[in-house]
């Protein structure tokens, strides 16, 4: 007798005396469920951590700098540099692009940020073009981490109520932002106050950063109106007073030179220094001061004060009001700092209800749906009604999982209908299906494992469920071959059903485990990619799960049906 049917016959006795005997049967069956309710555990545990993608060491990320909506540019550009001056003692840093008053041309990340609609002396974004990530050893987005708080702690005091916001290239879909809550009402005015409080909400959440209202704040701006009598009787006329403000505080063209080397004319640009731009205080007085200083002569040659022919108003600036679906609507977008987006969304909903329920009636969205999370808030002395809307990667992740989860049933479903066809027996498609499912064990105990050695989160991820569902052909077909086996040597050679179980497990116990070997292989190649890593994870734990279901639960469970 060779070795390999030694180890054969061996198998096969293990398994004749594991099925014919009660407390055996009993054992293995509770120590399958036990793993099972155990790797269900570790989701409400967290020790799995659910995520849509994992974070992706790119070459490039970029900082979205926010100050004060009617900040000037001198002020940005304060904010702007002391970040350059952190960023360039990186020596992971090849070069930065500095945009000033303006979004950066459009990038993957910055395609639904709203890059392209910022223009505002209070805006500001840097490309920071990092070196090849294959040749260095920290990635970007454990960069960005470490980077964050130093910028936010050094840079936005100089500005107070500056925002500064770490943008890397998402691994999956674009979105605003990890996590958004659209707050919708009638009153912008409200709406605004009302979504303040849940930025401040989520500022105390643990995991979230980057929160931002995105709305304008409401600030006082100078208007200066000419006073079109005094400028007739003057002498004056609108355009000089016009040309003379823009001179003065902004600069403009008043001639042109021509180039041989280009070819082109050039345009000779005044503009007065940035100290006679300045004034030294934010009121009326100092303004009318700075302006008394500007003079215009008239046809006649007299010289006529520019305070003598305009006048100074002090206003509120105006908002912009945005609007979703027709209605009244402002965003606040929070990025996750390498977590899951939903255990924050979670804990921060939980705060919200607890916090809004003094003022407002609030109420959950009823039903299972994309919109589940979402609250309806309505104010106990106005009767006014707010809805709280969850957007973001968030709820991306969330509408993947239920899809895959979705895809899930329905595959278990078809399989099951498929077997009841060929079987014709309840009971032998119930087993092979069980067999199937639990080889989710395998996958998230795989995750857990790989978290531990691993030095960031290793998240269960969509592509983790995917590998789950490719799994259940795998274990169906490892039932089915030992199904068909037995019943062959039951019905053809008349042999004892126990006996003819364990022959059969034994039997296709070889070609079994070299199938599992070879995905195990090929899935190994995929473990290490930031992406595809969950995949890879879900096929190797997932199809040592499914071996050991094969050759020791299912035979267990083919011995108490009475359908062989």
């Given at each position: 007798?060779?070795?390999?049917?030694?180890?054969?016959?061996?198998?096969?006795?293990?398994?004749?005396?594991?099925?014919?005997?009660?407390?055996r049967?009993?054992?293995?069956?509770?120590?399958?469920?036990?793993?099972?309710?155990?790797?269900?555990?570790?989701?409400?545990?967290?020790?799995?951590?659910?995520?849509?993608?994992?974070?992706?060491?790119?070459?490039?990320?970029?900082?979205?700098?926010?100050?004060?909506?009617?900040?000037?540019?001198?002020?940005?550009?304060?904010?702007?540099?002391?970040?350059?001056?952190?960023?360039?003692?990186?020596?992971?840093?090849?070069?930065?692009e500095?945009?000033?008053?303006?979004?950066?041309?459009?990038?993957?990340?910055?395609?639904?940020?709203?890059?392209?609609?910022?223009?505002?002396?209070?805006?500001?974004?840097?490309?920071?073009?990092?070196?090849?990530k294959?040749?260095?050893?920290?990635p970007?987005?454990?960069?960005?981490?470490?980077?964050?708080?130093?910028?936010?702690s050094?840079?936005s005091?100089?500005?107070?109520?500056?925002?500064?916001?770490?943008?890397?290239?998402?691994?999956?879909?674009?979105?605003?932002?990890?996590?958004?809550?659209?707050?919708?009402?009638?009153?912008?005015?409200?709406?605004?106050?009302?979504?303040?409080?849940?930025?401040?909400?989520?500022?105390?959440?643990?995991?979230?950063?980057?929160?931002?209202v995105?709305?304008?704040?409401?600030?006082k701006?100078?208007?200066?109106?000419?006073?079109?009598?005094?400028?007739?009787?003057?002498?004056?006329?609108?355009?000089?007073?016009?040309?003379?403000?823009?001179?003065?505080?902004?600069?403009?063209?008043?001639?042109?030179?021509?180039?041989?080397?280009?070819?082109?004319?050039?345009?000779?640009?005044?503009?007065?220094?940035?100290?006679?731009?300045?004034?030294?205080?934010?009121?009326?007085?100092?303004?009318?001061?700075?302006?008394?200083e500007?003079?215009?002569?008239?046809?006649?040659?007299?010289?006529?004060?520019?305070?003598?022919?305009?006048?100074?108003?002090?206003?509120?600036?105006?908002?912009?009001?945005?609007?979703?679906?027709?209605?009244?609507?402002?965003?606040?977008?929070?990025?996750?700092?390498?977590?899951?987006?939903?255990?924050p969304l979670?804990?921060?909903?939980?705060?919200?209800?607890?916090?809004?329920?003094?003022k407002?009636?609030?109420?959950?969205?009823p039903?299972?749906?994309?919109?589940?999370?979402?609250?309806?808030?309505?104010?106990?002395?106005?009767?006014?009604?707010?809805?709280?809307?969850?957007d973001?990667?968030?709820?991306?992740?969330?509408?993947?999982?239920?899809?895959?989860?979705?895809a899930?049933?329905?595959?278990?479903?078809?399989?099951?209908?498929?077997?009841?066809?060929?079987?014709?027996?309840?009971?032998?498609?119930?087993?092979?299906?069980?067999?199937?499912?639990?080889?989710?064990?395998?996958?998230?105990?795989?995750h857990?494992v790989?978290?531990?050695?691993?030095?960031?989160?290793?998240?269960?991820?969509?592509?983790?469920?995917?590998?789950?569902?490719?799994?259940?052909?795998?274990?169906?077909?490892?039932?089915?071959?030992?199904?068909?086996?037995?019943?062959?040597?039951?019905i053809?050679?008349?042999?004892?059903?126990?006996?003819?179980?364990?022959?059969?497990?034994?039997?296709?116990?070889?070609?079994?485990?070299?199938?599992?070997?070879?995905?195990?292989?090929?899935?190994?190649?995929?473990?290490?990619?930031?992406?595809f890593?969950?995949?890879?994870?879900?096929?190797?734990?997932?199809?040592?799960?499914?071996?050991?279901?094969?050759?020791?639960?299912?035979?267990?469970?083919?011995?108490?049906?009475?359908?062989?």
């Amino acid at each position: 007798m060779s070795h390999s049917q030694h180890v054969t016959g061996k198998f096969e006795q293990f398994i004749y005396n594991t099925i014919t005997h009660k407390s055996r049967k009993l054992y293995v069956i509770l120590v399958v469920l036990g793993l099972l309710a155990g790797s269900i555990m570790m989701f409400p545990t967290k020790l799995v951590k659910a995520k849509m993608l994992p974070g992706k060491s790119t070459n490039t990320f970029s900082i979205y700098i926010d100050t004060p909506t009617g900040s000037s540019i001198s002020q940005t550009k304060q904010v702007t540099q002391c970040i350059e001056n952190i960023m360039q003692k990186e020596k992971e840093v090849t070069n930065i692009e500095t945009y000033l008053a303006q979004g950066s041309p459009l990038d993957y990340a910055g395609l639904v940020k709203g890059s392209g609609m910022k223009q505002g002396e209070q805006y500001s974004e840097m490309v920071i073009n990092l070196t090849d990530k294959h040749e260095r050893e920290e990635p970007s987005y454990l960069m960005v981490q470490r980077l964050r708080p130093v910028l936010q702690s050094k840079c936005s005091p100089l500005v107070s109520g500056t925002n500064i916001k770490m943008i890397e290239m998402p691994a999956g879909p674009p979105t605003l932002a990890s996590i958004v809550v659209e707050v919708y009402g009638k009153d912008n005015t409200k709406v605004v106050g009302l979504a303040k409080e849940v930025a401040s909400i989520l500022s105390k959440t643990k995991g979230l950063v980057d929160v931002d209202v995105m709305s304008d704040e409401i600030y006082k701006k100078y208007e200066l109106i000419p006073l079109k009598d005094k400028i007739s009787r003057s002498g004056l006329t609108v355009d000089q007073i016009n040309k003379i403000i823009y001179l003065a505080f902004e600069g403009m063209a008043v001639a042109t030179k021509n180039t041989i080397e280009l070819n082109d004319q050039v345009s000779i640009f005044v503009v007065l220094k940035d100290k006679s731009q300045t004034i030294d205080k934010n009121n009326i007085s100092y303004l009318r001061n700075k302006l008394s200083e500007l003079s215009l002569m008239n046809k006649k040659g007299l010289m006529i004060p520019l305070t003598e022919v305009v006048d100074i108003k002090e206003v509120n600036s105006q908002p912009t009001i945005f609007h979703k679906d027709l209605k009244t609507m402002v965003n606040v977008t929070a990025e996750t700092d390498m977590v899951s987006q939903v255990y924050p969304l979670l804990e921060a909903r939980e705060t919200m209800l607890k916090y809004f329920s003094k003022k407002y009636e609030v109420t959950k969205v009823p039903g299972i749906t994309t919109y589940m999370f979402d609250l309806n808030l309505k104010d106990k002395a106005t009767g006014e009604q707010y809805l709280l809307r969850w957007d973001g990667e968030m709820k991306v992740t969330l509408d993947t999982f239920r899809d895959l989860g979705g895809a899930f049933i329905a595959a278990l479903i078809l399989i099951f209908l498929l077997l009841v066809v060929y079987y014709k027996s309840f009971a032998l498609s119930g087993i092979i299906l069980g067999g199937s499912f639990l080889s989710i064990i395998g996958v998230i105990f795989g995750h857990w494992v790989t978290d531990l050695i691993t030095t960031q989160t290793f998240f269960l991820t969509a592509t983790s469920l995917i590998g789950f569902i490719a799994l259940m052909g795998i274990s169906s077909r490892n039932s089915l071959l030992l199904i068909d086996f037995a019943k062959d040597l039951i019905i053809n050679k008349g042999i004892e059903k126990n006996r003819a179980i364990a022959i059969a497990s034994a039997t296709r116990a070889k070609p079994i485990m070299l199938t599992a070997i070879a995905i195990i292989l090929g899935s190994a190649l995929l473990a290490s990619d930031p992406v595809f890593g969950g995949l890879g994870i879900a096929l190797i734990s997932g199809t040592v799960a499914a071996v050991v279901i094969s050759l020791l639960f299912i035979p267990v469970l083919m011995s108490n049906t009475k359908a062989l």
